[in-house]
């Protein structure tokens, strides 16, 4: 006997709604390797889901204002979840997309507590980065929100394995998050005239670009373009670029002019750089990355060449075996995006991941587990 299709409300932060967020796909204004709808959650419409986003209700500044108090306070944003809190509570699951979503939801269902109220999948991404920096009556707080949740999700081994020394009677869950497939490039032919083509990318605050800027500034080998909303100092290098790209067509162009991609990263817990590797991946292009945040739980040293965090040296180690030998950097580069195509990760396999639990948690249910 098949099952009943799963109904899944899908809580993401204000101006991320479908609506909104199609609109600025259509207009090519949603930068990155995106879909029409967000984050591709609706792959698991063919996995026996049904999905419902999160509105952006209108508001003026008078909601807005009382919206930003409540982040202020609480630290996630409650009003938004309170705004949807009809549809939230029609779902048999609801998946949310960071701790704000998540925190914020837990508490609805808390006021809302019966037996007939939704599952919650629970995601959270830079929650355990900030965890010993954070206060300890919102420790509290969030210990008990979360406590709602039916599993935890997070993008990396390293943020979960400490979440589960934070929340040892939690199922917590590693979730790899993934980008649509609908950007394959096939790797190019390296070209060997002029100098090496360097991008690198990402507006996280655990991008490391001064080691990056050290490692290539004046070394007419190579040229550096720094995509980035962030104040990157060049001291002045004259074969390094930084720009913010316009929109996706922009985006696009830099990452297929570039011949490798560089993601310097500081220490941190949440795969910080995953989707610019993910996204270098996509176009076939090799990648140097800092063995931080857990990436390597997504790809091997035979799919990409890690370097230690902050060492310029190091950065420049890489380029110079890029510099000598390209064809072994695009074998590395061949490696992943078969990965990607057929295992992941990709947009499917993390709507598939949702899938799989929500149907663990809502079947369970139904046997009376």
């Given at each position: ?350 709507a598939k991941s949702h899938a799989d639990i929500s149907a663990e948690l809502v079947h369970g249910r139904e046997d009376?587990?």
């Amino acid at each position: 006997m098949s099952l009943a299709p799963i109904n899944v409300f899908v809580h993401l932060a204000y101006g991320f709604g479908e609506e909104r967020w199609s609109e600025r796909w259509d207009l090519g204004l949603l930068k990155g390797f995106n879909e029409r709808s967000p984050y591709g959650y609706r792959h698991a419409e063919a996995l026996n889901c049904k999905i419902r986003y999160s509105v952006d209700c209108s508001e003026g500044l008078g909601g807005k204002f009382i919206r930003g108090l409540g982040r202020v306070v609480l630290g996630f944003d409650f009003v938004h979840a309170w705004r949807n809190r009809e549809a939230v509570l029609a779902a048999d699951v609801v998946w949310t997309h960071t701790e704000s979503q998540s925190l914020a939801i837990a508490l609805l269902l808390c006021l809302y507590d019966a037996k007939s109220s939704p599952r919650l999948i629970a995601q959270t991404i830079w929650l355990m980065d900030e965890w010993r920096r954070t206060p300890g009556i919102k420790k509290w707080l969030y210990r008990s929100l979360l406590s709602r949740a039916d599993v935890l999700t997070f993008h990396s081994e390293i943020n979960a394995k400490m979440a589960r020394d934070v929340f040892p009677s939690h199922d917590v869950r590693v979730v790899h998050f993934g980008i649509s497939k609908e950007y394959v490039r096939a790797v190019p032919e390296f070209r060997r005239e002029g100098p090496i083509r360097v991008l690198s990318a990402g507006n996280d605050r655990h991008r490391d670009w001064p080691i990056l800027i050290e490692a290539v500034a004046n070394d007419e080998r190579f040229e550096l373009e720094v995509l980035t909303k962030a104040r990157v100092d060049t001291g002045g290098a004259g074969n390094i670029r930084v720009s913010t790209p316009s929109d996706n067509k922009a985006l696009l162009a830099a990452f297929d002019s570039a011949d490798i991609v560089v993601v310097p990263l500081k220490s941190n817990m949440h795969a910080s750089g995953i989707t610019v590797v993910l996204e270098a991946i996509t176009r076939g292009i090799p990648v140097i990355c800092s063995r931080q945040g857990g990436i390597d739980g997504y790809f091997s040293d035979s799919e990409l060449r890690y370097i230690p965090e902050n060492s310029s040296t190091e950065i420049l180690i890489a380029l110079d075996e890029f510099y000598a030998d390209p064809e072994a950097f695009q074998a590395r580069a061949k490696i992943a995006q078969a990965k990607v195509l057929s295992s992941g990760p990709n947009s499917f396999t993390f709507a598939k991941s949702h899938a799989d639990i929500s149907a663990e948690l809502v079947h369970g249910r139904e046997d009376g587990n």
